[in-house]
T-cell receptor, first 114, second 114 residues
Framework: AQSVTQLDSQVPVFEEAPVELRCNYS??????LFWYVQYPNQGLQLLLK??????LVKGINGFEAEFNKSQTSFHLRKPSVHISDTAEYFC????????????FGSGTRLSIRP | GAGVSQSPRYKVTKRGQDVALRCDPI?????LYWYRQALGQGPEFLTY????????KSGLPNDRFSAERPEGSISTLTIQRTEQRDSAMYRC????????????FGNGTRLTVT
């Protein structure tokens, strides 16, 4: 079965600093990968997804993620964060053979300091 | 178009009572998912439907939990004989149903069992 590990439960950064949120997955078969964002008191919304092709994926709000098959990672990055990026970020995976079942990591809370 | 709607928004019930949580997906969305999210955790997969067919219920914790989607639209998640450990945010999501479609989440139902 596939699984997702987000090692950092909280990441504090200063405004306008770069940030990387780490995600590693475990699966014996090919996967789709996703990052979702959850703003306070809201539902989750898709930030970006990797399906195939280019390993660098660009999403909304200036975020991007890079798929690294050899390291089974899909880290999320942003070169300069804004206060409005304060949220919880969830990495998720689904296997191609059962693409409708999406498994989420435990989340990383990103807090931005002015 | 409206997003995914869940009701009630908050539900407080006494231990041993049955509860029914409702999800109204985005119109035309084929797939419907139920997740449970504990505080500080990522969404935990419970079950999902394509149209009215329950495709996977492997995430339902035990036989007190059941879900239905009789006409392929609105879904109900029922928890019988609730226990305190059932307290959590229950989230519904829908998608168009293609393999790589993003999930559209509702705002959830916060269930508290006293």
């Amino acid at each position: 079965a596939q699984s997702v590990t987000q090692l950092d439960s909280q990441v504090p950064v200063f405004e306008e600093a770069p940030v990387e949120l780490r995600c590693n997955y475990s699966s014996s078969v090919s996967v789709y990968l996703f990052w979702y964002v959850q703003y306070p008191n809201q539902g989750l919304q898709l930030l970006l997804k990797y399906l195939s092709g280019s390993t660098l994926v660009k999403g909304i709000n200036g975020f991007e993620a890079e798929f690294n098959k050899s390291q089974t990672s899909f880290h999320l990055r942003k070169p300069s964060v804004h206060i409005s990026d304060t949220a919880e970020y969830f990495c998720a995976v689904s296997v191609l053979s059962s693409a409708s079942k999406i498994i989420f990591g435990s989340g990383t809370r990103l807090s931005i300091r002015p | 178009g409206a997003g995914v709607s869940q009701s009630p928004r908050y539900k407080v019930t006494k231990r041993g009572q049955d509860v029914a949580l409702r999800c109204d997906p985005i119109s035309g969305h084929v797939s419907l998912y139920w997740y449970r999210q504990a505080l500080g955790q990522g969404p935990e997969f419970l079950t999902y439907f394509n149209y009215e067919a329950q495709q996977d219920k492997s995430g339902l914790p035990n036989d007190r939990f059941s879900a239905e989607r009789p006409e392929g639209s609105i879904s109900t998640l029922t928890i019988q004989r609730t226990e305190q450990r059932d307290s959590a945010m229950y989230r519904c999501a829908s998608s168009p149903g293609t393999a790589n479609s993003p999930l559209h989440f509702g705002n959830g139902t916060r269930l508290t069992v006293t």
